[in-house]
């Protein structure tokens, strides 16, 4: 589950058992159309569960996706649903990318750097495993502070950046959208006295994570490098 994506209610074709999840399937939309991925080589970094770059996999077609997270029961569930030919799940390290230099065409990493220990150790080896014209395709969210520092990293190494897109206004329209959907499904994996905790880690509407993306507190940026 990532924070979500939604413009003016534009809604993107689903099978009908992506439709729970079309908010976040959403911002995977956002990311794979920042860059022309058919036929390529491509790498998502902290792939969860994998329903994502399944989505990618499918309907942008590139030659070959890979999918890496540190949470190996994640991907122990990647592997039984989604793996094939054309689409293989890995445990590794954002931090430690186990990938020969100039080995992707694209790399996609959504939502998940505001947890790592160095996020400049992650983006040089982003930098590393990316062949020569190469993208990063990157959304994340940071308080005012640490977007600050977020991009003095990028400006520490040798991207340029193409696209930066302050996205939050998107953010609040999907998270308003999906909160019936992400209430239940709080209330049908958490016990009661949990499921406060749960709705503010799925930034229902109303709850703090939400009020701070609504303040500005919170904001969340796309990039393509």
Do not use: W
Request: glycine share 6%; charged share 25%.
């Amino acid at each position: 589950m990532n924070y979500s994506y939604s413009k003016d209610n534009q809604k993107i074709e689903l099978a009908e058992n992506e439709e729970k999840d079309r908010y976040s399937i959403q911002l995977y939309q956002l990311a794979a159309t920042g860059a022309d991925i058919s036929g390529k080589d491509i790498l998502e970094v902290g792939c969860g569960r994998g329903g994502g770059l399944t989505y990618i996999n499918r309907q942008f077609k590139p030659n070959s996706s890979i999918g890496i997270d540190l949470n190996k029961k994640a991907i122990a569930f990647c592997v039984k649903k989604y793996s094939n030919e054309k689409i293989k799940f890995f445990q590794g390290d954002s931090q430690k990318l186990n990938f020969e230099d100039n080995a992707f065409d694209a790399v996609i990493n959504l939502e998940s750097p505001h947890r790592y220990p160095n996020v400049g150790l992650f983006l040089s080896e982003v930098y590393r495993v990316l062949k020569l014209r190469g993208v990063l395709l990157f959304a994340d969210f940071r308080s005012q502070y640490d977007l600050r520092k977020l991009n003095r990293h990028f400006k520490n190494l040798i991207y340029k950046c193409m696209k930066n897109n302050v996205i939050t206004e998107n953010v609040l329209e999907a998270l308003k959208l999906s909160t019936p959907n992400r209430e239940e499904l709080v209330r049908k994996l958490l016990p009661k006295f949990l499921q406060n905790l749960g709705r503010n880690f799925a930034a229902t509407e109303g709850t703090i994570t939400y009020n701070k993306f609504l303040t500005g507190e919170y904001e969340k940026l796309f990039k393509f490098l």
